[in-house]
């Protein structure tokens, strides 16, 4: 039997894909497992800049200050009656440290009170975000 005898006959050929789409949810899982999250504040945050800034973890506790006094964490404001309760809660899960990211033109006394629960609140390690100069 040639070969054009072989393509003309009624037999099908089945392509068995399952073993791709296995890969693809492999790679798919892999991907999703090694991608660090950004965690964001939720608000617009004008940083002031130093000329001491470093890269710090990302694997922290963002929390933001906006120019108008209000913490805010995910997105929500919290308070800053409620960084306390919030940091303790986070450290329990993981200890990491604790970034406040405060607008340039907010004011230094919510910063040190911000700075002050979360201390109380079991931070070891406590940042201001700056940008780079």
């Not at 789409?21 to 497992?33: E, G, K, N, P």
């Not at 933001?64 to 450290?91: C, D, F, H, P, T």
């Not at 033109?105 to 700056?130: F, H, N």
């Amino acid at each position: 039997m040639n070969r054009r005898q072989y393509l003309k006959s009624n037999d099908t050929v089945d392509i068995n894909i399952s073993p791709l789409i296995d890969m693809m949810f492999l790679l798919l899982i892999f991907f999703i497992v090694t991608t660090a999250f950004v965690e964001e504040i939720g608000i617009e945050i004008q940083k002031p800049k130093a000329a001491s800034a470093q890269t710090l973890e990302k694997q922290s506790i963002m929390l933001g200050v906006s120019q108008n006094g209000s913490v805010v964490y995910g997105g929500k404001e919290i308070g800053i009656r409620g960084v306390r309760g919030l940091v303790s809660r986070m450290l329990k899960e993981q200890n990491r440290p604790v970034i406040i990211m405060a607008d340039e033109s907010s004011k230094s006394g919510i910063v040190v009170k911000v700075i002050d629960e979360c201390k109380l609140g079991g931070a070891k390690i406590v940042s201001i975000a700056t940008e780079a100069q």
